[in-house]
Structures are given as C-alpha cells and as structure tokens.
C-alpha cells in the first residue's frame, strides 16, 4: 500500500510562501496525488491534484518529481485563513477501497 | 445549495444501539465514499460505492453496513454500537474513482 508521511505540523507568517512535503515510497503506477485542506468541524476541501511533473491552479502548485515518491504542496502567499489541516492523498481506488489512504496531515499553522 | 449533505450532525446514543447516518448529492456523482475521522484525526475510507458496485475496506468491522437507494444516496447503518465507534464520519462523491471527491460536512458521533 502507498502509506503517505507528512510533517505533524507547521508555522509560517502571513505573505510567504509555505510548503508542505508528502513521502509515499511504495506509489503505485496508476495512483494520483491529490491534497485537501481541511477547516475544524468541516470536510476536507479539494485543493490541487496531479499524476507527474507540475501542476499549477489559482490555488496553489504540486510539484511531483521523476520517481514520484514525494510531491510537495506549495501555497503561494499565504493568509491567516490558510491556517487548516493539508493532507495528501494517494490512490487510485479501483479495486479496493483501502487503496484509498489519506495521510495523516499537517497542521498549518499562519500567524500575522 | 449544498453539494454533498449527511444528517443528523450530531448523533449521541448509548452503546449497543443501531444507528443510521443519512448522505446526499446533488452533484450527479456516481461514486461515493464514507470515510471515519477519530480523534487523532486521522481520515480512513471505510466504503466507497459506484453503480451498485461496493468496494469494502476489509478492516472495517461487519457492524457497519452502507445502504445505496439511488445513486445520490449513500447511507450508513451502524449495528450494535462500541465506544470505539465515536468519530466523526465523512460522506463523499466523485464523478469517477480517481476524481476529485467533494466532502459532506461529517456526522459527529458519540458512543456512551
């Protein structure tokens, strides 16, 4: 199974940039890398997902290197409302639902 | 409009008890998800369901059983409740398997 390993926790300051690694060693070749945020007492959030190389929305950016057992999150900019949980998340979920396997997040800590 | 919805909550009961929690979307997904958050916070997938087709995480115990009417409904039928069964419970969709899924707002549950 790709077990994903995150930092347990992180702190930054309003107006930088912030990133957040994610190891997943045993990768598969038909999984995806998809990150979601997470706000207390709400649902994960979907934020950016990616197979290879980079990916870049109005969110945030994924960079996924050749061998595919990291990625890393960036969030350009941060504010204190990107103060949350990120996980990572790697699968492809076709035939088992344990195949599905979020990490165990990071806390995102963004102070003025 | 809410995307994905899940009632009741808040659900308390005594230990023993059957219970039910309810999901619904309106986003014309075909494949859902229910997934437990305990208290460390960490996310893991107990079911994902997509056209009548249920995939089952085998560590999820037989006490927990998802019903499907339709497509956009994916309930979640508790047998015999455990203290260890207290979590908050997340329902999700996704158009296709390896799609971004798109979370209700969780059902916190509470096992006296």
């Known amino acids: 199974l790709a077990k994903t390993t995150q930092p347990i926790s992180m702190d930054s300051y309003e107006g930088q940039e912030v990133n957040i690694t994610c190891s997943h060693n045993n990768i598969a070749t038909n999984d995806y890398i998809t990150w979601y945020q997470q706000f207390p007492s709400q649902g994960p959030r979907f934020i950016i997902q990616?197979?290879?190389t980079k990916v870049t929305n109005e969110v945030a950016s994924l960079f996924i290197p050749a061998d595919r057992k990291s990625s890393t999150l960036s969030l350009p900019r941060v504010s204190l409302s990107d103060t949350a949980v990120y996980y990572c998340?790697?699968?492809?979920?076709?035939?088992?639902?344990?195949?599905?396997?979020f990490g165990s997040g990071t806390r995102l800590s963004i102070r003025p | 409009d809410t995307a994905v919805s899940q009632t009741p909550k808040y659900l308390v009961t005594q230990m023993g008890n059957d219970k039910s929690i309810k999901c619904e979307q309106n986003?014309?997904?075909?494949?859902m998800y229910w997934y437990k958050q305990d208290s460390k916070k960490f996310l893991k997938i107990m079911f994902s369901y997509n056209n009548k087709e249920l995939i089952i995480n085998e560590t999820v115990p037989n006490r927990f059983s998802p019903k499907s009417p339709d497509k956009a409904h994916l309930n979640l039928h508790i047998n015999s409740l455990e203290l260890g069964d207290s979590a908050v419970y997340f329902c999700?969709?996704?158009?296709?398997?390896?799609?971004?899924?798109?979370f209700g707002p969780g059902t916190r549950l509470t096992v006296l």
């Open positions: 990616g197979y290879k």
């Open positions: 998340l790697v699968g492809s979920g076709y035939s088992s639902a344990s195949k599905i396997i």
């Open positions: 999700a969709s996704s158009q296709v398997r390896t799609d971004t899924q798109y």
């Open positions: 986003l014309g997904h075909d494949t």
